[in-house]
Every structure is written in structure tokens, then in C-alpha cells.
């Protein structure tokens, strides 16, 4: 079964920059479609975005288009989400998570990774 294992949370300030990368072992990383979800203090887990197998199709969740960016490096199993201008509501644990799918929308979100907090200071 696949392990996925994010990094790269931290502190940052509002308006600044954070990328986080989540790495996959134990399957074949770059035939699946992979996404980030959060969850912030008292509220339930959203979803954050997506991306194909291929890297070529994403999705986003309006609260974050146009400042968030998710991508792939299939060479290195990586899937990376660079977060810009943030803002202190996008203080959450953020989690990576893998679909069973080639292609988008997500599907059958069964693994998933430890997560990794993001904290944004205004």
C-alpha cells in the first residue's frame, strides 16, 4: 500500500510564501491522481486541490485559486502545493491524499498522509 509522507509546514506571515511537498512510496506514484485537503481549528476537513496522474489537469478550490499552485515531479514521487499571499484563515493541518483514478475528480480517498501544519500570522 502507498505511504505518503508531507513536509514543509512552518510558520509564515500573511502575504508570504509556503510550499509543501508530500512524497509517495510502496506504488506506481505517477499513474494516480493526488490532492491536498485541510483542516482548520473547529472546522471539518475541506478540500484544497487535485491533480491528475499526468500533472497536465488540476482543480482548486475557490478559497484558493489563484494564490495556491499544485504540482507533480513524477521522477521524484513528489506532489508539491506552493501556497502564496497567504492569508491567516489558511492556518490548518494540511493533508495529502491519494485517489485510485488516472484522472480527476478524486476518488476513493483512502490514503492519506500524516499531515503538516501551516500557521499563518497576520
Known amino acids: 500500500q502507498v505511504q505518503l509522507v508531507e513536509s514543509g509546514g512552518g510558520l509564515a506571515q500573511a502575504g508570504g510564501s509556503l510550499r509543501l511537498s508530500c512524497a509517495a512510496s510502496?506504488?506506481?506514484?505517477?499513474?494516480?491522481?493526488m490532492g491536498w485537503f485541510r483542516q482548520a481549528p473547529g472546522k471539518e476537513r475541506e478540500f484544497v486541490a487535485a491533480?491528475?496522474?499526468?500533472?497536465?489537469?488540476?482543480d482548486y478550490a475557490d478559497s484558493v485559486k489563484g494564490r495556491f499552485t499544485i504540482s507533480r515531479d513524477n521522477a521524484k514521487n513528489t506532489v508539491y502545493l506552493q501556497m502564496n499571499s497567504l492569508k491567516p484563515e489558511d492556518t490548518a493541518v494540511y493533508y495529502c491524499?491519494?485517489?485510485?483514478?488516472?484522472?480527476?475528480?478524486?476518488?476513493?480517498?483512502?490514503?492519506w498522509g500524516q499531515g503538516t501544519l501551516v500557521t499563518v500570522s497576520s
Open positions: 491533480v491528475s496522474g499526468s500533472g497536465r489537469m488540476t
Open positions: 510502496g506504488r506506481t506514484f505517477g499513474r494516480y491522481a
Open positions: 491524499v491519494g485517489g485510485t483514478s488516472y484522472s480527476l475528480p478524486l476518488d476513493n480517498l483512502e490514503v
